[in-house]
């Protein structure tokens, strides 16, 4: 889980601070134009965070946050197709869900729910391991947009966060052939909770 919140730091809130430079030659925006697609996720993460926080209070947590990597990446896809502001504010906005689902907040929710006591270790595990975040995201982001183009760059981010959601978040759980398993999961199952 701990390579799984790295990746999806990388590919969905660093990518913004790796490829402003890019999007600003190319599309031709200004820094506070690209900024209010950025601020825009900000605040809908902020807003959907408390909802996100219920569903994994109610054993839904592995579902949430594959949920949100896959979606995270999907929007990343589309986000490389963009010739237009409102396109990129909307996809930022979108993304702001989507980071609400597979963030810090619901992944530390998450291993308090299933881990109880236990969670300590593993929380800790997580914040170390994805602050390296930034430090994959930067020069991998400048380095693809450099060799072929920051849409490359975000198609490859796309990739590296399906990789998560189905690795390390547990998808291959959740996601099974036929397809309409995904609405028969069993909800995580909570170990006793003990107090701190």
């Not at 990518?15 to 430079?21: N, P, Q, R």
């Not at 579902?63 to 963009?82: D, E, F, P």
Request: glycine residues 10%.
């Amino acid at each position: 889980m701990a390579l799984g919140e790295t990746i999806v730091w990388a590919g969905m809130y660093y990518t913004f601070a790796a490829l402003i430079g890019q999007w600003e030659s190319d599309l031709h925006w200004s820094k506070s134009e690209l900024a209010i697609g950025f601020t825009s996720c900000l605040l809908v993460s902020a807003l959907c965070s408390p909802i996100v926080g219920n569903f994994i209070d109610k054993g839904f947590g592995r579902r949430i946050m594959v949920g949100g990597a896959s979606a995270g990446g999907l929007l990343l896809l589309l986000m490389s197709q963009i010739s237009h502001q409102w396109q990129f504010v909307s996809l930022w906005a979108l993304l702001g869900i989507a980071s609400a689902c597979c963030f810090y907040d619901p992944c530390f929710s998450y291993l308090t729910h299933t881990r109880g006591t236990q969670a300590k270790g593993a929380i800790t595990l997580v914040t170390l391991a994805a602050g390296f975040a930034g430090t994959v995201s930067f020069p991998t982001a400048n380095a693809l947009s450099e060799l072929y183009h920051w849409r490359v760059a975000l198609v490859f981010l796309l990739l590296l966060s399906s990789l998560s959601q189905y690795r390390y978040f547990g998808g291959q759980q959740v996601i099974n052939l036929p397809i309409m398993n995904l609405f028969m999961i069993e909800k995580d199952m909570p170990r006793i909770r003990e107090p701190f």
